[in-house]
């Protein structure tokens, strides 16, 4: 059987435009973005006499940078502010509820692969617990360091995203499973 050129430059040209439309698809934009996220976020600590273990619902509300220097690569600088909601554990022998919060600043960078990602972030977290045992009330703040993964889906400039952070809050850990979405302008 002979292939004739001409069924050769109409299938390169159908992988030509696929290709390109492809890359539209995937709206691999650069530039500012908005989204925010709601998930999960699991507080754990564990002392000799002390231990928490509690979850809550938490959002986030997030803004960044995507500079678009490299083609299917995103490296962009994300701040947040993140709500983790409430968690309860035993603290000196009583029932304590902790509301904890955090500015965050991040180096996102990413993979684009179509218009499926993956990402991968790491910064530091101003973080704010408030807390309420019995009678007595406290807050505790710092700065610790911030990572996560995650996957995102994304058409034109619209994004779907999943994603996986760690908080370190001094001694303890706080794990936040978020689902969102994002914009770029």
Same mark, same amino acid.
């Given at each position: 059987?002979?292939?004739?050129?001409?069924?050769?430059?109409?299938?390169?040209?159908?992988?030509?435009?696929?290709?390109?439309?492809?890359?539209?698809?995937? @709206?691999?934009?650069?530039?500012?973005?908005?989204?925010? #996220?709601?998930?999960? =976020? %699991? /507080?754990?600590?564990?002392?000799?006499? $002390?231990?928490?273990?509690?979850?809550?619902?938490?959002?986030?509300?997030?803004?960044?940078?995507?500079?678009?220097?490299?083609?299917?690569?995103?490296?962009?600088?994300?701040?947040?502010?993140?709500?983790?909601?409430?968690?309860? @554990?035993?603290?000196?022998?009583?029932?304590?509820?902790? #509301?904890?919060?955090? =500015? %965050? /600043?991040?180096?996102?960078?990413?993979? $684009?692969?179509?218009?499926?990602?993956?990402?991968?972030?790491?910064?530091?977290?101003?973080?704010?617990?408030?807390?309420?045992?019995?009678?007595?009330?406290?807050?505790?703040?710092?700065?610790?360091?911030?990572?996560?993964?995650?996957?995102?889906?994304?058409?034109?400039?619209?994004?779907?995203?999943?994603?996986?952070?760690?908080?370190?809050?001094?001694?303890?850990?706080?794990?936040?499973?978020?689902?969102?979405?994002?914009?770029?302008?």
């Amino acid at each position: 059987m002979k292939i004739k050129t001409s069924h050769i430059s109409a299938f390169t040209a159908t992988l030509l435009a696929a290709a390109l439309s492809q890359s539209a698809l995937a @709206g691999s934009d650069s530039g500012f973005y908005l989204g925010g #996220s709601v998930g999960s =976020a %699991q /507080l754990n600590f564990d002392s000799f006499d $002390d231990y928490i273990d509690d979850s809550d619902t938490g959002y986030k509300f997030f803004a960044g940078y995507n500079f678009g220097l490299l083609p299917m690569v995103d490296i962009a600088l994300e701040g947040s502010y993140v709500d983790f909601g409430s968690q309860y @554990g035993e603290l000196l022998n009583d029932t304590t509820r902790f #509301s904890n919060t955090a =500015a %965050q /600043l991040h180096l996102v960078g990413g993979l $684009d692969l179509g218009p499926v990602g993956l990402f991968a972030k790491a910064g530091v977290s101003d973080w704010e617990t408030k807390f309420t045992n019995g009678d007595y009330r406290g807050k505790a703040t710092g700065s610790d360091p911030a990572y996560g993964i995650g996957a995102k889906f994304q058409v034109a400039s619209f994004q779907l995203r999943a994603e996986y952070e760690r908080v370190k809050l001094d001694d303890a850990d706080m794990d936040f499973y978020s689902i969102g979405a994002a914009y770029t302008f």
